[in-house]
Nanobody, 127 residues
C-alpha cells in the first residue's frame, strides 16, 4: 500500500553537502510524520531527524543539529534532508521512514514507532 524510496546518497569530502530525497506513495502522505534514520558499519541504527505531518515542527539528533535540515512537500508526496558541513562520522546508510499512525499529536525519534521503510541510500564522507 505504501512504497518508500530514498535517493541522493553519494561520496563527498568533509565539509561538503548532500541532499537526500524520499518519495512515498499513498493517498494520505500529508497525514503522517516522516523521519530519517541512519546506520553506520558495526553500529545500531539511530535517529537523525523527523518532521510533523503538517510540516510545522521538526526534531533532530544532537549530532546533526545546526547542520541538517529536514523538509517536506506534501503536494508532491516527498521529503528531503539537506546535509551541510558533513563529517566522516556521518558516513552511514540513510533510511527514510513513515509513521505508523495518521495525525499523531507529537513527533518521535524511536524507530519502533515507524511502520514503513525505504531500502536506504549510502552516504560516505571522506577526510
Amino acid at each position: 500500500q505504501v512504497e518508500v524510496v530514498e535517493s541522493g546518497g553519494g561520496l563527498v569530502q568533509a565539509g561538503g553537502s548532500l541532499r537526500l530525497s524520499c518519495a512515498a506513495s499513498g493517498r494520505s502522505f500529508s497525514s503522517y510524520h516522516m523521519g530519517w534514520f541512519r546506520q553506520a558499519p558495526g553500529k545500531e541504527r539511530e535517529f537523525v531527524a523527523a518532521i510533523h505531518w503538517s510540516g510545522g515542527s521538526t526534531k533532530y539528533a544532537d549530532s546533526v543539529k545546526g547542520r541538517f535540515t529536514i523538509s517536506r512537500d506534501n503536494a508532491k508526496s516527498t521529503m528531503s534532508l539537506q546535509m551541510n558541513n558533513l563529517k566522516p562520522e556521518d558516513t552511514a546508510v540513510y533510511y527514510c521512514a513513515v509513521d505508523k499512525r495518521q495525525y499523531s499529536s507529537s513527533i518521535y525519534y524511536y524507530e519502533r514507532e515507524y511502520g514503513y521503510w525505504g531500502k536506504g541510500t549510502q552516504v560516505t564522507v571522506s577526510s
